[in-house]
């Protein structure tokens, strides 16, 4: 069964610092994953999937993930971070034909000016 | 505009009292589905639709039901709604292509307190 784990429930960052958020997933079959966030009072919106093409994927508003077998890792990272990226991020892993996402826990994102 | 639109926003009620959380869509999905959000837990799917008068569980179906009678709608309902059921709910659909490649559309989510 696959399953999902964010490492921290909340990551602070000053404005323009690297922004880090860990992801480690389990799956018995080549995964799929996904970040997502969430700002304060809105839905989810995705930034970036991995459907097993490139390692490293880019999505937006800066935003990059690198799939690692061998760490069973999805990180999520960004260069330099900015205010308005202060949200929940969160993520994810396709459980099979069904359309169901299994997602972790959830990581706050401060970032402090 | 596509979107996924959910009702209300934001609802307060009692234990026991019946209440319906409404989900539309206006982007012909075949898929509809509905997660609770819970801090520390994530998003957990409640119950799924992958086209009309077709319904399946997910993880955490207790206490709810859901309908598909038209493809847009998807309401979710809470026949006897206890304080367990305080939680932020979304949610979700998507067509079968943009399934196939894992896309999904969120709505903006339901605030749902039961005291």
């Known amino acids: ?113 | 505009e596509a979107q996924v639109t959910q009702n209300p926003r934001y609802l307060i009620t009692v234990t026991g009292k019946k209440l319906t959380v409404t989900c539309s869509q206006n982007m012909n999905h075949e898929y509809m589905s509905w997660y609770r959000q819970d801090p520390g837990l994530g998003l957990r799917q409640i119950y799924y639709s992958m086209n009309v008068e077709v319904t399946d569980k997910g993880d955490v179906p207790e206490g709810y039901k859901v309908s598909r009678k038209e493809k847009r709608n998807f309401p979710l309902i809470l026949e006897s709604p206890s304080p367990n059921q305080t939680s932020l709910y979304f949610c979700a659909s998507s067509s079968t292509s943009d399934l196939a490649k894992n896309i999904q559309y969120f709505g903006a989510g339901t605030r749902l307190s039961v005291l």
Not at chain 1, 2 to 10: D, E, I, P, R
Not at chain 1, 47 to 56: C, I, M, Q, R, V
Request: glycine fraction near 8%; proline fraction near 4%.
């Open chain 1, 1 to 113: 069964a696959q399953s999902v784990t964010q490492l921290g429930s909340h990551v602070s960052v000053s404005e323009g610092a690297l922004v880090l958020l860990r992801c480690n997933y389990s799956s018995s079959v080549p995964p799929y994953l996904f970040w997502y966030v969430q700002y304060p009072n809105q839905g989810l919106q995705l930034l970036l999937k991995y459907t097993s093409a490139a390692t490293l994927v880019k999505g937006i508003n800066g935003f990059e993930a690198e799939f690692k077998k061998s760490e069973t890792s999805f990180h999520l990272t960004k260069p330099s971070a900015h205010m308005s990226d202060a949200a929940e991020y969160f993520c994810a892993v396709d459980s099979g034909n069904t359309g169901k996402l299994i997602f972790g826990q959830g990581t706050t994102l401060q970032v402090k000016p």
